[in-house]
């Protein structure tokens, strides 16, 4: 026979009189928490027909309020951006609940720009780059092969009339 705690109904009763979410009433009854206590007793609260409701959800974030969901839709350009707005992570469920969240307030989402959302914005992660070969640099050396703006530039400029070259398919005089 074990020695736990035994949970009774007037135990239970009075737990949720005291306390304002599960964590509270572990520590009410002085139980050292394990894995599945926090589902046991919300089990054991439902078995004796004991209202919790008033309890602060365990494990997950509050719902934003309207009005912080507002300024974060109002300041964002997509639904990703709402989501690290909010602190929210950026998974099906969390977009799901957003969407219904900003269809409840009727928030306009008409500003939000879609799958171009960062289209013409620098990444955060991206790479330095480096100058493309320039002119006044003709001095140094030849260019560096890999230089494709100045290579179709050179290409353009073989293709000149008189340069002597043309490309394919074109008569020359």
Not at 70 to 82: G, L, Q
Not at 101 to 112: D, G, K, L, M, Q
Request: proline content about 7%; aromatic content about 8%.
């Amino acid at each position: 026979m074990t020695s736990g705690t035994q949970y009774t109904r007037e135990g239970l009763i009075e737990a949720a009189r005291a306390c304002h979410d599960i964590d509270e009433v572990i520590a009410f009854f002085g139980t050292r928490p394990y894995g599945n206590l926090r589902r046991y007793l919300v089990g054991r609260f439902a078995h004796f027909g004991i209202d919790i409701s008033h309890f602060r959800p365990c494990g997950r974030r509050p719902r934003p309020t309207e009005r912080e969901l507002r300024a974060a839709v109002c300041e964002s350009t997509s639904i990703a951006e709402v989501l690290r707005r909010l602190n929210r992570p950026g998974n099906g469920t969390q977009r799901t609940q957003l969407h219904k969240w900003i269809a409840e307030h009727e928030i306009s989402t008409a500003h939000f720009l879609g799958q171009a959302h960062q289209r013409g914005k620098t990444p955060v992660n991206a790479k330095p780059r480096t100058r493309c070969w320039s002119s006044t640099a003709a001095q140094i050396g030849p260019r560096p092969s890999g230089c494709v703006a100045h290579f179709w530039e050179s290409v353009l400029a073989m293709s000149a009339p008189g340069a002597g070259w043309a490309p394919s398919g074109s008569a020359s005089p």
